[in-house]
Nanobody, 122 residues
């Protein structure tokens, strides 16, 4: 079993910054992708950013140039630095770990964190 624990959400004014962190723990041999998704009220969950085990990143167009994702493979952590925040960034942010193996020849699984609220006031 693998657990993802997020931290760093909160309330910030437009133009401000927040840093989200997520640590994965449990029976982990490798993780292919780690990333962040978000879900605003009444909307579907969407990808914000993700990073592969070798550092390849993908960002939603809406956050490019403002958000930066980083990862520490040795510690199984992923961070999201969010700058120039806008009210439309308000959502619950979920940490995601995809392609998680408990051993070299074991199946891959996907895991989600519980979510952390980010609120940006105008």
């Amino acid at each position: 079993q693998v657990q993802l624990v997020e931290s760093g959400g909160g309330l910030v004014q437009a133009g401000g910054s927040l840093r989200l962190s997520c640590v994965a723990s449990g029976s982990i041999f490798s993780i292919n992708f780690m990333g962040w998704y978000r879900q605003a009220p009444g909307k579907q969950r969407e990808l914000v950013a993700r990073i592969s085990s070798v550092g390849i990143t993908n960002y939603a167009d809406s956050v490019k140039g403002r958000f930066t994702i980083s990862r520490d493979n040795a510690k199984n952590t992923v961070n999201l630095q969010m700058n120039s925040l806008k009210p439309e960034d308000t959502a619950v942010y979920y940490c995601n770990a995809d392609g998680v193996r408990g051993g070299p020849r074991l199946p891959e699984y996907r895991y989600w964190g519980q979510g952390t609220q980010v609120t940006v006031s105008s």
